[in-house]
């Protein structure tokens, strides 16, 4: 099993940057694909971006695209998600998840994921 740890939420202005870091204790991630998600108090839980175990592969939502960069170090058992010229509209808490998998599959539904971090905030002031 893997255990999943969040970091580098925090306040920004809008148009700032942030880079949040997911972590990942016991296993390394090689053989996991990996999301991230976020939630809006009162809205659901959307997808933001997902990467291949390899990360060779990676898609974006739209609304996100173009600003946010996914990425993965599987030796140090981290994925980034950098995210530039941010939007009040980005704030969120984001969530790290991952699933086993043999396949470089990109994986976009929250049920298709079967480990969670608790999640890190993520405020964009305007």
């Known amino acids: 099993q893997v255990q999943l740890a969040e970091s580098g939420g925090g306040l920004v202005q809008a148009g700032g940057s942030l880079r949040l870091s997911c972590a990942a204790s016991?296993?390394?991630?090689?053989?996991?694909?990996i999301g991230w998600f976020r939630q809006a108090p009162g809205k659901e839980r959307e997808f933001v971006a997902a990467?291949?175990?390899?990360?060779?592969?990676?898609r974006y939502a739209d609304s996100v695209k173009g600003r946010f960069t996914i990425s993965r170090d599987n030796a140090k058992n981290t994925v980034f998600l950098q995210g530039n010229s941010l939007k009040p509209e980005d704030t969120a808490t984001y969530f790290c998840?991952?699933?086993?998998?043999?396949?470089?599959?990109?994986?976009?539904?929250?049920?298709?994921?079967?480990?969670w971090g608790q999640g890190t905030q993520v405020t964009v002031s305007s």
């Open positions: 990467i291949s175990w390899s990360g060779a592969n990676t």
């Open positions: 998840a991952a699933r086993r998998t043999r396949q470089q599959l990109l994986l976009f539904t929250s049920s298709e994921y079967n480990y």
């Open positions: 016991g296993p390394t991630f090689t053989g996991y694909a």
